[in-house]
């Protein structure tokens, strides 16, 4: 069954930077990183796995578990060194170049921040979303 949600806009990261910077804990920290997941031509066990069964993919339709996501961001805040984390997700049909996610994590330190970014990219697609390839 399709999703009836439409896509959204996706968020200006010039935004997201500017309002972590001016949060009270912005003093602590050294570095920001960003993630950009955009849908892909390429299938996921392709990439993945090397499974090439010579498919594309054309679309993708893609739903999340907001208190999931939630749940997420709480467990990132309590890693080592992490003061700002900040999680969009796109949903509905999606073309491919379309934005998936952005994820913006914030923290004293590269190794903490580096860290953060990949526990909660994996956590998001390994535990709230729900992505369907169409070929």
Known sequence: MINEKMKK???SMDEWLKEAKTDPTALQEGMFLVHNGVVRQTPKAKVRQGIDDGSMVTGMEFTYDAAKVDTAIAETYKLDGIFSVRV????GQLELGDDIMYVLIGGDIRPHVVDALQFLVEKIKS???????QK
């Open 127 to 133: 535990e709230c979303v729900t992505e369907i390839e």
């Open 9 to 11: 806009l996706s968020p």
């Open 88 to 91: 969009w997700l796109n949903e």
